[in-house]
């Protein structure tokens, strides 16, 4: 299974972007789908997971009214969609694959290779 990220680029602050994450098989209904980033010098920060099966979303307070979420079955895609960025959201991001809701990455078991999103204010 791969997992492949893109999207990211350069904005100013207070514009949206929108992330992509084709998986490269069939997700399982049981698949839920994170998204994480990882600022210079900083620690991996979980920023939401969708159900594939139901299309549930879950966002830490921190983006839960910038971010969404969503999928596209069809396509095998995830989408992060984000809104109002701030220099601070600056980062790579990743999306991810675990066998059930966590916002931990390490129950997280198939990584995609990360899409860089900068964000100058």
């Known amino acids: 299974v791969q997992l492949q990220a893109f999207g990211g680029g350069l904005v100013q602050a207070g514009d949206s972007l929108r992330l992509s994450c084709v998986v490269s098989t069939r997700p399982y209904s049981s698949w839920v789908m994170g998204w994480f980033r990882q600022a210079p010098g900083k620690e991996r920060e979980y920023v939401g997971a969708?159900?594939?099966?139901?299309?549930?979303?879950y966002y830490p307070d921190s983006v839960k009214d910038r971010f969404t979420i969503s999928r596209d079955r069809a396509e095998y895609t995830v989408y992060l969609q984000m809104d109002r960025l701030k220099p601070e959201d600056t980062a790579v991001y990743y999306c991810?694959?675990?066998?059930?809701?966590?916002?931990?990455?390490?129950?997280?078991?198939?990584w995609g290779q990360g899409t860089l999103v900068t964000v100058s204010s």
């Open positions: 991810a694959v675990a066998g059930g809701l966590s916002n931990r990455g390490s129950e997280y078991f198939y």
């Open positions: 969708i159900r594939w099966s139901n299309g549930y979303t």
